[in-house]
C-alpha cells in the first residue's frame, strides 16, 4: 500500500496537502469516522479519494449527483485509478460487470446513489468484499430542513450498523451548526471528529450594486476592470442569457452562452474554449458551474438576484480559485425579488418548503440592504465569525448612505416582544403601523403599548429595518414556527438603548415596488 503523501503525488499530481486535507485523511486512515464541512473548490475530494486508495479494500462513495459521480469517475481512471459507479444509468451488463469487478478485489473506489447502495442486494454485495470506508458526500442532502433533502440518505445510518468496522466520512459544502448536529445525529455519527474549513475567500471582492442600467453597469464594469479576463456572468433565464451574450459579442467580446437548453455538443463546446482560451467570457443559468474548474475565472456577474446566500456563495465561488485578486459583482433589483418570491410560492413542495424558499430569499436580500461589511455578513451565514470588516468589499471601501435606526429597531424589537415572537414580519408591521387589521384585532394586539407607535414609517421601510436586523442577526425568523420573528441574545443592547444601528437607505424607487408587491 502507497502512503498517502505518495498517492497525492503520483496519483494525483500535487505536491501538498491543502488545509486541512492531511489531517482528514489521517484520522480516516485511522478507522475513525469524520465530518468534514468545507466549501465547493476547498478539495472533498481527495479526503475520501486518498485514504480510499491507501487502505485495503474498496471506497464506496454515496453521491446524489449522477452526472458529478460520472465526471468524478473519469478523471479517476484517466489518473489510473480502479474506480466505477453503478447507478440506474447503466446497461445491466455493465452493472453486473462492475459487480464481477468488486467482488474480485479489482476496485479502489465504486460510486453508488443513496437508493442504489440500500437495495438489499447491493448491500449484500458489500457485504461480501472488504471495503476500506464509505464516503457520504453532499451531507447535508439528509437535512429534512434543508433545500436539498433526500428521504433515502436518512436510511444511510444503517451502514453504521451493518458494517461496524468501516470507517465514514460525511461531507457537505453547505451546513450551519443546526444542520451540522443533525447531519451527525441522522447519519449515526455521535463520534465522528468534525473539521470545520472557514468558508472566507479573501481574493473574491464582493460588489453588490441596485440595477440602474444593467447591461451599461456591465459593460463599464468589464470595460474599466476586467478587460481581457475570463468569467462567467450568470442571468435567470435562458432567453436573457442569449441575448446578453448576443449583445456581448456586439460590444467586441468573446462572449458564449450556456444553458440547459443548449443541445449537448454546444455546450461541451462552449465549456471547452472558456477552459482553454483566453478572455472568454460565459454567460450562463445557474446549469453552468457544477463541476467546472477553471483557476484563472477573474470574475462573476449577477445580472439576476440569486435565490439564496448559499447560491450566491457557491456561483461566485467560481472566481479567483487561483487565489489571485477577483471580484463578483451583484446587480440587483427590487423587481428580482418580486419575481423570484412568486417563483419560491408557485414552487412545489410543502408549506413548508415554500416558507424556507422565501426566508432563504430575504436572507439574500438582507446581505444586499447591510451597510456593514459584506464578507461579514456572508460569513456569520455560514456560522463563522470574521473579527474586522474585511476591507475587501463594496461596503467597506465604499461606505453606503445610511440613517441612524436605533429607535426604529427598537420599536420593532419590542413589538416582536410584546406580540410573544410568534408572528411574521407582516403582522408585526401592521401591529407597529397601527393597523385595524382582522388578525390583529382578533389577537388583542390593538391594546399592546407598541401599537401604532410606527406609523410614521411605510411597510416598505419597516420590512428593509426587518431584514437588516434579521441579517445582522439581532432576530430570527424560525422557520419551524411559520416564520415568527424572535429575538436573539444580541439585540438586549438594542433594546436597552445601549447600543446604535445605522440602517441602509432604500433609493426611493425600490420603495415604491416593493410596497406594491408586498401588501
Ligand atoms: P470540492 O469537492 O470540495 O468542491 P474538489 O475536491 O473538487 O473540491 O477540489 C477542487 C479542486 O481543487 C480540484 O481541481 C482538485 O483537484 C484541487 N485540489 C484538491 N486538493 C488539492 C491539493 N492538495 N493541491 C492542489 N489542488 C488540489
Ligand atoms: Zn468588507
Known amino acids: 500500500m502507497s502512503s498517502p503523501q505518495s498517492i497525492l503525488e503520483h496519483t494525483f499530481g500535487y505536491t501538498e496537502f491543502r488545509g486541512p486535507q492531511r489531517e482528514i485523511i489521517d484520522t480516516v486512515m485511522g478507522g475513525h469516522d469524520a465530518l468534514v464541512l468545507m466549501p465547493t473548490g476547498g478539495g472533498k475530494s481527495l479526503c475520501y479519494q486518498i485514504p480510499a486508495l491507501a487502505r485495503e479494500g474498496c471506497g464506496v462513495v454515496i453521491s446524489p449527483l449522477i452526472a458529478l459521480m460520472q465526471d468524478q469517475v473519469e478523471a479517476l481512471c484517466a489518473a489510473g485509478v480502479r474506480a466505477a459507479f453503478l447507478n440506474s444509468s447503466l446497461p445491466p451488463e455493465r452493472a453486473q460487470q462492475i459487480e464481477q469487478a468488486l467482488l474480485d478485489g479489482e476496485l479502489d473506489l465504486l460510486y453508488l446513489a443513496p437508493e442504489r447502495l440500500l437495495q438489499p442486494r447491493t448491500l449484500e454485495l458489500l457485504q461480501r468484499v472488504q471495503l476500506s470506508l464509505f464516503a457520504i458526500d453532499e451531507a447535508h442532502c439528509v437535512s429534512q ?36 448536529a443533525e447531519i451527525a445525529q441522522r447519519l449515526d455519527l455521535a463520534d465522528a471528529r468534525h473539521f470545520v474549513s472557514s468558508f472566507d475567500r479573501p481574493n473574491i471582492r464582493y460588489r453588490i450594486a441596485q440595477k440602474d442600467n444593467p447591461r451599461r453597469q456591465l459593460l463599464d464594469f468589464i470595460r474599466s476592470e476586467q478587460p481581457g479576463n475570463s468569467g462567467i456572468v450568470y442571468c435567470l433565464s435562458r432567453n436573457k442569457v442569449e441575448n446578453t451574450a448576443d449583445w456581448l459579442c456586439q460590444q467586441g467580446f468573446k462572449a458564449l452562452p450556456y444553458h440547459a437548453g443548449l443541445p449537448a455538443d454546444l455546450r461541451a463546446e462552449h465549456q471547452r474554449r472558456f477552459l482553454r482560451e483566453d478572455g472568454v467570457i460565459v454567460v450562463a443559468t445557474i446549469a453552468f458551474g457544477m463541476g467546472i474548474d477553471k483557476p484563472d475565472v477573474r ?12 447560491a450566491y ?42 416558507r424556507q424558499e422565501r426566508n432563504r430569499l430575504n436572507a439574500m436580500l438582507g446581505l444586499c440592504e447591510i451597510t456593514t461589511c459584506r464578507r461579514q455578513a456572508l460569513l456569520r451565514y455560514f456560522a463563522e465569525e470574521l473579527p474586522e470588516p474585511c476591507g475587501n468589499c463594496d461596503t467597506c471601501l465604499e461606505p453606503p448612505q445610511t440613517w441612524d ?96 444601528i445605522q440602517l441602509r437607505k432604500l433609493p426611493s424607487r425600490s420603495r415604491q415596488t416593493e410596497s406594491r408587491t408586498t401588501n
Open 145 to 180: 430542513w434543508g433545500h436539498d433533502f433526500r428521504a433515502d440518505y436518512l436510511h444511510l445510518n444503517c451502514l453504521h450498523e451493518q458494517f461496524p468496522s468501516v470507517p465514514r466520512i460525511a461531507l457537505t459544502a453547505t451546513a450551519d451548526r443546526r444542520t451540522r
Open 313 to 354: 456563495y457557491q456561483e461566485t465561488g467560481r472566481a479567483g480559485r487561483d487565489g489571485d485578486p477577483a471580484t463578483a459583482l451583484l446587480l440587483y433589483g427590487l423587481e428580482d425579488v418580486v419575481k423570484l418570491g412568486q417563483m419560491a410560492a408557485n414552487s412545489d413542495g410543502s408549506d413548508e418548503h415554500r
Open 405 to 500: 435606526g436605533t429607535e426604529a429597531a427598537a420599536k420593532l424589537l419590542s413589538c416582536v416582544y410584546r406580540t410573544g415572537q410568534r408572528f411574521g414580519a407582516s403582522h408585526v408591521i401592521d401591529v407597529l403601523r397601527g393597523s385595524t387589521s382582522e388578525k390583529v384585532l382578533k389577537f388583542g394586539h390593538d391594546q399592546l403599548s407598541t401599537y401604532g407607535i410606527g406609523s410614521d414609517r411605510s411597510t416598505a421601510d419597516w420590512r428593509g429595518v426587518v431584514r437588516q436586523l434579521v441579517v445582522r442577526g439581532y432576530l430570527e425568523v424560525n422557520s419551524e414556527a411559520f416564520g415568527a420573528l424572535q429575538l436573539t441574545e444580541a439585540c438586549r443592547s438594542l433594546l436597552r438603548g445601549e447600543e446604535k
Open 299 to 310: 470574475f462573476v456577474a449577477h445580472l439576476d438576484l440569486p435565490k439564496s446566500i448559499e
